[in-house]
């Protein structure tokens, strides 16, 4: 905590510029910092990263955990990298791509909190189902940054025999879909597209299967279940679906964990900015997502426990990271006290969300007391509150708290040479000619005592070649607070959907 001195002789014969340079100097000395390093150039050239295609069928008295990589968008082994982009090309694709994702939330939240209100009335209780034309284990993590969707790539076995794709990771959606052959309308894709008839465990559910009524938006043909899933910005999934075998790589080294009878959503009818990716792996809370349904699978107990961690996107670019799921995605950490958890909240009126509560932020060691309660409360209709957002780059802040944290950044930063604004930011820095910088500390708390004190690099990030960085927060006027990945990166976020809690720990995020 800092610790102002107030001087008592302030009508002493010291000047006014003397008594203002001890109370600044007071005032700083008792900061906590953080010093940032500035990065070195990235490198130019990565290998591809490969998989084992042996697959060893584990069962439940082997305790299976299941493992996929994952990798950047940006990373020099993702099916999205684009060589010769500059670092500024780069950042303003982001940026448009994660305003996309936030109206996209926001308006998906608002959605459903106004039908579930709607619904409470007298002739409420009664599910909405839309119709629409039938025409018409640990894996590699990859960063991928795309509209309405997210940031990395997770490698994943589909099918029998089974063939590794690459998908986008996204808590923030339930449904996991791939495009399929053959296939009325695709975008271009790493992978060829995957052929069910080259499955022999692919099966399309039928319009009254359990799965296919837990659809938001499904349609029925020849008794055959469709669904539609919409990404807000235009992009758009429209198929059968199914269920098929979904292989992850094995814990223990060799082989595969294989999981039966995984929803599936094959699309036929597929639009958008994908980044190049066959589909997305949901893993929200809601009733169809991925990890909610590996637990009937007898090779992978408590499955709905999962974990990630995501690598520094200006680290080594071909860095790659894990997604684990099932008991070793809590690790040994439990034990000695390392993971730190909140418990999950739950939005009455939207499933796929993970809620969390924020109960104040501290810049410098010192916790910003002026921030209100109000402004990170989930209240009793669904608004407002805080989720964590794989697919969400940049955290967004209440308007109410942004500032005030904004304003305590700016105020021990003073020595750097402030610059103004950048795209969404409004806070940012000319770090030219220099190798490392202190910064003052910024830490979220969370209900549980459950503190997350940020690296420096997940808060001042770079956006162009020209050494100009930006504190990486932004004002949200409208609907939750969200935490993003790019202050996510270098820990290891575990989701306990057993005990229904969030664990993070620091980690380099090495396969």
């Known amino acids: 905590m800092a610790h102002v001195v107030w001087k008592l002789d302030l009508y002493c014969s010291a000047s006014p510029f003397l008594l203002l340079l001890t109370f600044y100097i007071t005032m700083v000395a008792g900061l906590d910092w953080n010093v940032l ?24 008295s082997q305790n299976a955990t299941g493992h996929a990589q994952i990798i950047h968008r940006n990373s020099l082994s993702s099916p999205a990298r684009r060589i010769n982009a500059t670092r500024l090309e780069l950042m303003n694709e982001t940026i448009l791509r994660d305003q996309a994702r936030v109206t996209y939330i926001q308006k998906h939240i608002t959605h459903m909190v106004s039908r579930e209100i709607a619904r409470s009335g007298p002739n409420g209780h009664h599910r909405e189902e839309k119709s629409f034309p039938a025409q018409d284990v640990e894996t590699p993590l990859f960063s991928a940054l795309t509209f309405g969707t997210g940031e990395y790539f997770a490698i994943v076995g589909v099918g029998t025999p089974h063939r590794y794709i690459y998908l986008l990771m996204d808590t923030g959606s339930d449904i996991t879909w791939l495009q399929c052959a053959p296939c009325k309308n695709c975008y271009t894709q790493k992978n060829t597209l995957f052929n069910p008839s080259d499955s022999s465990t692919f099966k399309v559910l039928d319009c009254h299967a359990d799965l296919c009524l837990n659809l938001d938006v499904m349609g029925c043909m020849s008794n055959k279940c469709l669904y539609q899933a919409d990404y807000g910005d235009g992009s758009f999934t429209m198929g059968e679906l199914a ?25 036929h009818d597929n639009e958008g900015e994908f980044g190049s990716a066959a589909g997305i792996l949901g893993l929200g809370k809601g009733p169809l997502s991925f990890p909610n349904h590996i637990d009937s699978s007898s090779s992978m107990p408590r499955a709905s426990v999962f974990s990630y961690c995501l690598p520094d996107r200006e680290g080594d670019s071909n860095q790659r990271s894990s997604l684990i799921f099932g008991n070793a995605a809590l690790a040994d950490h439990a034990a000695d006290g390392v993971i730190k958890f909140t418990p999950q909240l739950q939005n009455p009126h939207v499933a796929t969300y993970y809620y969390l509560q924020i109960t104040g932020i501290s810049v410098g060691g010192n916790l910003l007391t002026t921030i209100p309660p109000s402004a990170f409360q989930l209240d009793f209709h669904g ?6 957002d794989s697919g969400t780059t940049v955290t967004r802040l209440h308007a109410m708290a942004y500032s005030t ?17 950048w795209g969404p930011f409004d806070t940012c820095y000319d770090l030219g000619g220099q190798s490392s910088i202190k910064v003052p500390t910024v830490t979220f708390h969370f209900l549980g005592d459950a503190d997350m004190r940020l690296p420096p690099s997940n ?13 990486a927060f932004v004002a949200s006027e409208l609907g939750p607070s969200i935490i993003g990945n790019v202050q996510q990166q270098e820990f290891r976020i575990i989701y306990d959907n057993v005990h229904q809690r969030i664990g993070f720990y620091p980690s380099h995020c090495t396969s």
């Open 37 to 60: 390093e500035i990065p070195r150039p990235r490198p130019k050239s990565g290998d591809q990263i490969s998989v084992s295609e042996g697959a060893v069928v584990l069962n439940k």
């Open 243 to 267: 269920t098929d075998n979904v292989a992850l790589d094995a814990a223990t080294g060799r082989g595969q964990v294989v999981l039966s009878n995984i929803p599936l959503g094959c699309g």
């Open 383 to 388: 608004n407002g509150g805080t989720i964590i």
């Open 405 to 421: 944290v904004r304003d305590a950044f700016r105020h021990a930063t003073d020595h750097l040479e402030f610059v103004g604004e």
């Open 459 to 471: 808060y001042l990030v770079p956006v162009d070649n020209d050494n100009t960085y930006c504190f």
